[in-house]
């Protein structure tokens, strides 16, 4: 149990370091900053991977019953989505293409 409690905390630490240097004024999101800061964490030995590890696997285990507030808040946006259907088709037509070709582009590299 003591090790959830620690993987949590470590995980959630991060997580509000980012948002609060978000609103300190760097410009990147403050979920993202926090897994930046928790990546360069892991790879300096800062933290190690056995002090998270089994929190980490547990919410991976369980990520479909997190995005279920979220699946709800898009259904209460039904008519802004219908409005915007386009762009975002458009958007995600567009970023598709461009990870498939940069996964396309890192697989003949690496067969070469």
């Known amino acids: 149990m003591i090790d959830y409690a620690r993987g949590f905390a470590v995980i959630v630490a991060f997580g509000l370091l980012g948002t609060l240097l978000h609103r300190l004024g760097i410009p990147i999101p403050g979920g993202v900053l926090g897994l930046l800061?928790?990546?360069?964490?892991?790879?300096?030995?800062?933290?190690?991977?056995?002090?998270?590890?089994?929190?980490?696997?547990?919410?991976?285990?369980?990520?479909?019953?997190?995005?279920v507030p979220l699946t709800v808040g898009l259904m209460e946006m039904g008519q802004v989505l219908h409005r915007q259907a386009l762009a975002i088709i458009a958007s995600l037509l567009v970023s598709w293409l461009a990870v498939l070709a940069e996964s396309r582009e890192a697989v003949t590299e690496a067969a070469q």
């Open 37 to 67: 800061l928790f990546f360069l964490a892991l790879t300096t030995g800062l933290v190690k991977l056995r002090w998270v590890e089994r929190a980490a696997a547990l919410l991976l285990r369980n990520m479909v019953l997190l995005f």
